[in-house]
């Protein structure tokens, strides 16, 4: 079975760092792109950041660049996202997601495998 388990969510302060790990499982890990998406209250679910499989081709919503870094590590198949100067608006429920496409297709079409939310909440 697909797994995508999602870890390192909690409480910060504004102008905080939190670091978002994904272990995934089940699929050929370097075949896929990766990323992560997040749904805030009251909003629609939104792509954040995607990562390809092979030439390190990236995407980040404008929101997050510049502040947020993500990685991939292959003998570990595990995703990162590195959040840092984390602002109110971030707070969210962030997914990994994973799909065998590029990082801009997963902003387009809903990604094919996700995994549990984990929730990032940023106090002012």
């Known amino acids: 079975d697909v797994q995508l388990q999602a870890s390192g969510g909690g409480l910060v302060q504004a102008g905080g760092s939190l670091r978002l790990s994904c272990a995934a499982s089940g699929f050929a890990f370097d075949d896929y792109a990766i990323g992560w998406f997040r749904q805030a209250p009251g909003k629609e679910r939104e792509a954040v950041s995607c990562l390809s499989n092979g030439d390190g081709t990236t995407y980040y919503a404008d929101s997050v660049k510049g502040r947020f870094t993500i990685s991939r590590d292959s003998p570990e198949s595990t995703v990162t996202l590195q959040m840092n100067s984390l602002k109110p608006e971030d707070t969210a429920v962030y997914y990994c997601?994973?799909?065998?496409?590029?990082?801009?297709?997963?902003?387009?079409?809903?990604?094919?495998?996700w995994g549990q939310g984990t929730l990032v909440t940023v106090s002012s």
């Open positions: 997601v994973a799909d065998d496409t590029t990082p801009q297709a997963m902003t387009a079409i809903p990604p094919h495998y």
